[in-house]
């Protein structure tokens, strides 16, 4: 439920208490009125009454009776409204927190970039269109000859709410005989500039048998991301390529691919006290 539907339905509940005390008012009266006369009457009685035992004759004044009685009813009035206190303290407590949790998600909206997987492809590249296509972004990951090269396109949607840009840092792998490289050829711009809901794609290439090699592999991407006010941050998912051939399809060429993007994590960067920039890891 909003915070805000929740604030309204307690100032109902506050006005519904307000309009039970007001229907009740004489029982209220009449309750507090024998509260505060009924024990007078009582400890009157019981100093008028001569019983004729020794026994009961009272060891004490009728004040200092009046006195304990009203001691133990501040001490009641007290209890309750410490409860009643510590129930609005509860109250305040919980509300307290929501507005916490809607800060954090205005913060993860608004103000933390994020990008996320949402589509892939793999196909055949001219290496005429590495040179002459600058508007696509092309990064060479792996070995790679003159001739026909293998894509992989991921496609990246802006989750959140604000503009942000989108640069490619790295691929790793468990193995350190298979590394993702950053290479660039006749590229303007390796930059993504993302506007909320906003899609855009990198394109990783290497040699048919380098892109092959890396099926069933673990491959930890690296993205570094800048809100609209400059704030970097450090992206990272871990891709898996279950599936990637040209046998699939009876059509020359064609390739099929299937990946999953999992465990990404976000993380933004700051200086400390010296100056120095650290890295803060945050919950997604």
Same mark, same amino acid.
């Given at each position: 439920?909003?915070?805000?539907?929740?604030?309204?339905?307690?100032?109902?509940?506050?006005?519904?208490?307000?309009?039970?005390?007001?229907?009740?008012?004489?029982?209220?009266?009449?309750?507090?009125?024998?509260?505060?006369?009924?024990?007078?009457?009582?400890?009157?009685?019981?100093?008028?009454?001569?019983?004729?035992?020794?026994?009961?004759?009272?060891?004490?004044?009728?004040?200092?009776?009046?006195?304990?009685?009203?001691?133990?009813?501040?001490?009641?009035?007290?209890?309750?409204?410490?409860?009643?206190?510590?129930?609005?303290?509860?109250?305040?407590?919980?509300?307290?927190?929501?507005?916490?949790?809607?800060?954090?998600?205005?913060?993860?909206?608004?103000?933390?970039?994020?990008?996320?997987?949402?589509?892939?492809?793999?196909?055949?590249?001219?290496?005429?269109?590495?040179?002459?296509?600058?508007?696509?972004?092309?990064?060479?990951?792996? =070995?790679?000859?003159?001739? /026909?090269?293998?894509?992989?396109?991921?496609? #990246?949607?802006? *989750? &959140?709410? +604000?503009?942000?840009?989108?640069?490619?840092?790295?691929?790793?792998?468990?193995?350190?005989?298979?590394s993702w490289g950053k290479v660039a050829v006749n590229q303007e711009n390796l930059k993504m500039?993302?506007?909320?809901?906003?899609?855009?794609?990198?394109?990783?290439?290497?040699?048919?048998?380098?892109?092959?090699?890396?099926?069933?592999?673990?491959?930890?991407?690296?993205?570094?991301? =800048?809100?609209?006010?400059? /704030?970097?941050?450090?992206?990272?998912?871990? #891709?898996?390529? *279950? &599936?990637? +051939?040209?046998?699939?399809?009876?059509?020359?060429?064609?390739?099929?691919?299937?990946?999953?993007?999992?465990?990404?994590?976000?993380?933004?960067?700051?200086?400390?006290?010296?100056?120095?920039?650290?890295?803060?890891?945050?919950?997604?």
């Amino acid at each position: 439920m909003p915070l805000k539907d929740k604030i309204v339905k307690w100032v109902k509940k506050v006005k519904e208490v307000f309009e039970i005390l007001k229907k009740h008012k004489k029982t209220i009266i009449l309750t507090a009125l024998i509260c505060f006369v009924v024990p007078l009457l009582i400890i009157h009685c019981l100093f008028k009454w001569y019983s004729g035992f020794e026994f009961l004759v009272a060891e004490w004044t009728a004040g200092e009776l009046l006195g304990y009685v009203g001691t133990m009813l501040s001490f009641v009035g007290t209890v309750i409204l410490g409860i009643l206190a510590l129930q609005a303290s509860q109250k305040a407590n919980k509300l307290s927190e929501k507005v916490i949790e809607l800060e954090k998600d205005r913060y993860r909206l608004e103000l933390r970039p994020f990008v996320l997987v949402s589509n892939w492809k793999a196909y055949e590249i001219e290496n005429e269109q590495l040179v002459n296509d600058p508007n696509e972004k092309y990064i060479q990951i792996g =070995e790679y000859k003159p001739g /026909k090269a293998l894509g992989l396109e991921i496609e #990246l949607t802006n *989750t &959140s709410e +604000s503009c942000i840009t989108v640069e490619y840092g790295r691929g790793k792998t468990e193995k350190k005989e298979i590394s993702w490289g950053k290479v660039a050829v006749n590229q303007e711009n390796l930059k993504m500039t993302l506007a909320p809901g906003d899609k855009d794609t990198f394109i990783f290439y290497a040699s048919p048998e380098f892109m092959t090699g890396l099926i069933s592999h673990r491959v930890t991407i690296e993205l570094y991301l =800048e809100n609209r006010f400059s /704030k970097r941050y450090k992206e990272t998912f871990v #891709l898996i390529i *279950t &599936s990637l +051939s040209d046998k699939v399809s009876r059509i020359p060429g064609k390739w099929h691919c299937n990946l999953f993007a999992q465990e990404y994590t976000i993380g933004r960067f700051e200086k400390d006290k010296n100056g120095d920039t650290i890295y803060i890891s945050e919950e997604l």
